[in-house]
């Protein structure tokens, strides 16, 4: 489905994650044309490869503030020779990072973990899109299901234990029985998680005043009941040039 026909409609996606972001992709570029991407907060690579092997024009680089991740998804790229001359990794803040503007930047689950004003972070957004290029943020989203999931987190937060945690992978080993328990032990801090932001109206203005338009948004599937739920809002950045706190505003 095509952003533009998504239009104010919301929550009407039956894809999830990194695949709806492969599919969005795709919709709005193609397969064939050359584009480069920045994945932002990468993790362990998958999403960048697997665009990679999609979309076989497209040039990309993944930055992730975690040494281990970046060590993770160089030791995954040394294993596709095919993909190397395309894709390279790099450890670093988003917060901080400066480079030429990609033609499509990318999050998945990043931006609600990252501490600090927003208008800085989306000032960097701005930089590193180029004017016309696609902002893809698949990101928790500001609804009922995950107000009450973050009013619960506050709780989880004051009764923090080794008990509970304990209990709490007892449930998630129930609820996912083919799960790894590794991938499992991984997800129980992100019990305690309050988003710094969230998708949605609020968060649209936010990212209109860095010259970002919205053109669409869809909900991901839940992967899991304690999982806030996600949505993937896909944003233009129109202009080069726009004012911000009265003053004109350049990359
Ligand atoms: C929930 S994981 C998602 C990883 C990946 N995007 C995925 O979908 O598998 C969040 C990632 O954001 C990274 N991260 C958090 N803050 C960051 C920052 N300021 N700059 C770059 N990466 C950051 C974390 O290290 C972590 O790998």
Known sequence: MHPEAIGRARFCSSLSGAAEIGAMLEELQGRARAF?????????????LALAQRFPAMSGVGIDIAAANIAAAR???????????RIRFEQADLREWRHEPFDVVITNSVLYLVPGPTDAL??????????????????????VRNSVLIALRRILRRLRSRALE??????????HPDADIAFLE???????????????PARERELAAFGFRRLGELLVPDASIAKLRHSLAVFRREAAEFPVAGRAWRD
Do not use: F, S
């Open 186 to 200: 991984d997800r129980i801090p992100y019990l305690y998680v309050v988003p710094e932001r969230m998708n949605g």
């Open 75 to 85: 030791a995954r790229l040394r294993t596709r020779p095919d993909l190397r001359g």
């Open 36 to 48: 480069t991407l920045l994945d932002a907060g990468c993790g362990t690579g998958e999403q960048l």
């Open 122 to 143: 989306d000032a960097r957004l701005a930089a590193l899109t180029r004017p016309g290029g696609l902002l893809l943020l698949c990101e928790p989203v500001a609804c």
């Open 166 to 175: 304990r209990l709490a992978l007892a449930i998630a080993k129930r609820l």
